[in-house]
């Protein structure tokens, strides 16, 4: 799910409402969901969104729990994540989110079945599953995700604050090139980071968004409708335009019909391009999986 996700929108309309009195789910006090250790579960908002989950993720790991009442796999699954989160010794914090009650949020994590978990780190998405897992299977994805993403994160606050946050000096660089609007400096100072630490995932995830994002801006959004049908290089275009707008199931369809239409070359060029747009995302993604049976049914 890395890079693709846009939560952007959400924090925009945190920090604008910051001074706002913030919703609780428990009267008289903080947001509660069963017995718990202090901070380990929190109900979470589209007002505080940005501080319970974006910015708490600088810290520490971030497992946000998409649910709703009416969703009977989410009482299954919810106590289980709560109860890891409270035996968790802060390694990660639970982040509980009603989806009918913050549509925001569902919108910016594509939720298209519940219940959906995301793990957040860095202020990005890192990975995430649907439907209900076994407390076994969930400790192993936590496991693998720290495995990751732990050394990136700067720890839980102690008592006296939050420690500092430790940064990497190069991403700082790329990142400013990029906020300056600088997409070619950024993409090579990325570029040039992967080629020092061939295994610095964040920097090589960064470089395939962005190479993605040059490429598509450049095409005309015309081409959705105009691209010949046997114009090879026109449909991963449009394809590219497609995804830029948010709309992953329409580009990866769009390819698979090159895929299935086509031999030889054509066809290899054409998945290959498929395989590569699915790195931007989570492999769990539900559409990633659709896409790749799809993609096996044309190809076999």
């Known amino acids: 799910m890395s890079g693709a996700v846009d ?12 001074a706002q009195p913030q919703r609780s789910a428990a009267p008289g006090g903080p947001p509660v969901s069963g017995p718990s250790a202090p901070g380990s579960v929190l109900d979470v908002t589209e007002e505080t969104f940005e501080t319970d989950v974006l910015a708490r993720s600088t810290r520490q790991l971030v497992v946000v729990d998409l649910w709703a009442t009416w969703c009977e796999p989410c009482k299954q699954l919810s106590p289980v994540l709560e109860r890891m989160a409270a035996s968790a010794g802060g390694q990660w914090v639970l982040a509980k989110v009603d989806v009918d009650a913050n549509p925001r949020i569902a919108q910016a994590f594509r939720v298209q079945s519940i219940p959906m978990v995301v793990a ?48 990497d000096p190069r991403m700082d660089a790329a990142e400013e090139l990029l906020n300056a609007g ?17 295994d610095n995932v964040e920097a090589a995830s960064a470089a395939r ?26 449909q991963l275009a449009a394809a590219d335009v497609l995804l830029l707008a948010q709309q992953p199931e329409a580009a990866f369809d769009r390819i698979i019909e090159v895929v299935r239409a086509t031999a030889g070359d054509d066809r290899t060029q054409a998945r290959t391009r498929l395989l590569e747009l699915f790195e931007l995302f989570d492999p769990a993604e539900p559409f990633v999986v659709g896409a790749r049976r799809k993609l096996a049914s044309a190809l076999y």
């Not at 936590?142 to 940064?167: C, F, K, M, N, Y």
């Not at 600088?182 to 061939?198: K, M, N, S």
């Not at 968004?209 to 026109?234: C, S, W």
């Open 7 to 18: 939560l952007s929108a959400l924090k925009e309309r945190a920090e604008a409402q910051r």
């Open 182 to 198: 600088d997409f070619d400096g950024a993409l090579g100072a990325y570029r040039a980071i992967v080629e020092a630490e061939p």
């Open 209 to 234: 968004n962005l190479e993605f994002v040059i490429r598509a801006q450049a095409h005309d959004p015309a081409i959705v409708e105009t691209a010949a049908t046997a114009d090879i290089d026109a």
């Open 120 to 167: 957040i780190a860095a202020g990005q998405p890192v990975a995430a599953f649907n439907g209900v897992r076994s407390e076994q299977e969930i400790t192993a994805w936590i496991g693998e995700i720290l495995s990751q993403v732990g050394g990136h994160l700067t720890g839980v606050p102690d008592a006296d604050g939050p420690e500092p946050e430790t940064t």
